[in-house]
């Protein structure tokens, strides 16, 4: 949702309302997840993807009737379906999808606030039965929504569920609620403003990271180099993750390639909750180095935590390829999915 935030700005200046489509459920194979989203504007463009293609032209279609009758609905597409081949939802899955109208109001400013803000956010939405339509907007410091009435209620239900899943339908007395987490973007830092940081910030903001360099050097860490760097930080590495606190979404990538700044990166990523670290450098470095972190006290188990040589074997040679590796890498070990590093026989990494 933070991605469509300004494209949905744009359309809500001009024109009273939009439709917002999200995929409620799937089943079988299907290109979307749940809790995926669309937003489709009043002369029948649109922006994000319910289904990577296969049903959008039939979801803009009502989504436009939902912008004439204001009226939200639930629509439904499966291979069993006659309409499912006319959509082109060949791939075997079923998706449900909730479309409903959307409008500049009180809630829709108050999940835009704490989007911009990078904040965790919940919305829910009401599915059916009487009070079919009704929405909350529930955070860690307001709740907000839709009708007064019913912020209790919904406010215990999010913060039940709060951190089982990014998008979960739940039961709510005789009612299905949809239940969709936005938490703050995940965060990469970096130690070392190298060369090989320049497509590393391009390619994780494509992944949607906030990227914060940092490097003790006031020459290499500088705005000229790293114009789309979200921060820079001329700090000693220790000291900037004392204060940048990694937690368990925070990739921390230390590229410096020098003893004096890897070593005091390392330690104090490996005294936070970083749930990825990864070191440039040989296997032979990566290996003297982990010798020395466990001279400084570090158990076997903590050093297990540093990827090094880093990245994915792909036979990177370029910055892009390595810093390709380094990210497919890191997604890997955010998504639990087994990875296997296979150290470069030059040593590269």
């Given at each position: 949702m933070r991605e469509l935030l300004p494209v949905l700005d744009g359309w809500l200046m001009s024109s009273p309302r939009v439709a917002l489509a999200t995929v409620i459920s799937t089943w079988g194979s299907t290109p979307r997840p749940a809790g995926s989203h669309m937003i489709v504007n009043r002369d029948g463009s649109f922006a994000g993807s319910v289904s990577g293609g296969c049903v959008e032209g039939a979801v803009v279609e009502a989504g436009l009737q939902v912008i004439r009758d204001e009226v939200p609905r639930m629509l439904q597409y499966g291979v069993a379906d006659e309409t499912a081949w006319e959509v082109g939802l060949a791939c075997g899955g079923e998706i449900r999808v909730w479309l409903e109208p959307l409008e500049r109001?009180?809630?829709?400013?108050t999940l835009r606030e704490h989007l911009l803000a990078n904040e965790d956010v919940t919305i829910l939405t009401v599915l059916d039965g009487p009070r079919m339509g009704e929405r909350a907007v529930v955070t860690t410091f307001v709740s907000e929504t839709s009708t007064p009435e019913v912020e209790s209620d919904l406010r215990d239900?999010?913060?039940a569920v709060r951190g089982r899943a990014l998008a979960q339908l739940c039961a709510?007395?005789?009612?299905s609620v949809f239940v969709r987490n936005y938490p703050p973007p995940r965060r990469l830092i970096i130690i070392g403003a190298v060369h090989?940081?320049?497509?590393?910030?391009?390619?994780?903001h494509t992944l949607g990271y906030i990227v914060t360099i940092v490097d003790a050097?006031?020459?290499f860490a500088t705005r000229e180099r790293f114009p789309d760097a979200d921060a820079l930080l001329v700090a000693?590495?220790?000291d900037a993750l004392a204060k940048l606190?990694?937690?368990?979404?925070t990739a921390v990538v230390v590229l410096t390639h020098d003893a004096k700044f890897d070593e005091p990166a390392i330690a104090g990523a490996l005294r936070s909750d970083a749930g990825y670290i990864g070191a440039i450098g040989s296997l032979a470095t990566a290996t003297d180095r982990a010798r020395r972190l466990r001279t400084r006290g570090f158990s076997s188990d903590d050093v297990d935590r540093v990827h090094s040589p880093i990245g994915l074997d792909l036979g990177s040679v370029t910055p892009e390829e390595i810093a390709l590796s380094i990210l497919a890498e890191i997604v890997g070990t955010h998504r639990s999915n087994p990875v296997t590093v296979t150290a470069h026989a030059d040593g590269a990494l």
């Amino acid at each position: 949702m933070r991605e469509l935030l300004p494209v949905l700005d744009g359309w809500l200046m001009s024109s009273p309302r939009v439709a917002l489509a999200t995929v409620i459920s799937t089943w079988g194979s299907t290109p979307r997840p749940a809790g995926s989203h669309m937003i489709v504007n009043r002369d029948g463009s649109f922006a994000g993807s319910v289904s990577g293609g296969c049903v959008e032209g039939a979801v803009v279609e009502a989504g436009l009737q939902v912008i004439r009758d204001e009226v939200p609905r639930m629509l439904q597409y499966g291979v069993a379906d006659e309409t499912a081949w006319e959509v082109g939802l060949a791939c075997g899955g079923e998706i449900r999808v909730w479309l409903e109208p959307l409008e500049r109001d009180d809630l829709l400013d108050t999940l835009r606030e704490h989007l911009l803000a990078n904040e965790d956010v919940t919305i829910l939405t009401v599915l059916d039965g009487p009070r079919m339509g009704e929405r909350a907007v529930v955070t860690t410091f307001v709740s907000e929504t839709s009708t007064p009435e019913v912020e209790s209620d919904l406010r215990d239900l999010a913060n039940a569920v709060r951190g089982r899943a990014l998008a979960q339908l739940c039961a709510m007395g005789d009612s299905s609620v949809f239940v969709r987490n936005y938490p703050p973007p995940r965060r990469l830092i970096i130690i070392g403003a190298v060369h090989i940081a320049t497509p590393l910030v391009t390619l994780a903001h494509t992944l949607g990271y906030i990227v914060t360099i940092v490097d003790a050097r006031s020459a290499f860490a500088t705005r000229e180099r790293f114009p789309d760097a979200d921060a820079l930080l001329v700090a000693w590495p220790d000291d900037a993750l004392a204060k940048l606190r990694p937690d368990t979404s925070t990739a921390v990538v230390v590229l410096t390639h020098d003893a004096k700044f890897d070593e005091p990166a390392i330690a104090g990523a490996l005294r936070s909750d970083a749930g990825y670290i990864g070191a440039i450098g040989s296997l032979a470095t990566a290996t003297d180095r982990a010798r020395r972190l466990r001279t400084r006290g570090f158990s076997s188990d903590d050093v297990d935590r540093v990827h090094s040589p880093i990245g994915l074997d792909l036979g990177s040679v370029t910055p892009e390829e390595i810093a390709l590796s380094i990210l497919a890498e890191i997604v890997g070990t955010h998504r639990s999915n087994p990875v296997t590093v296979t150290a470069h026989a030059d040593g590269a990494l």
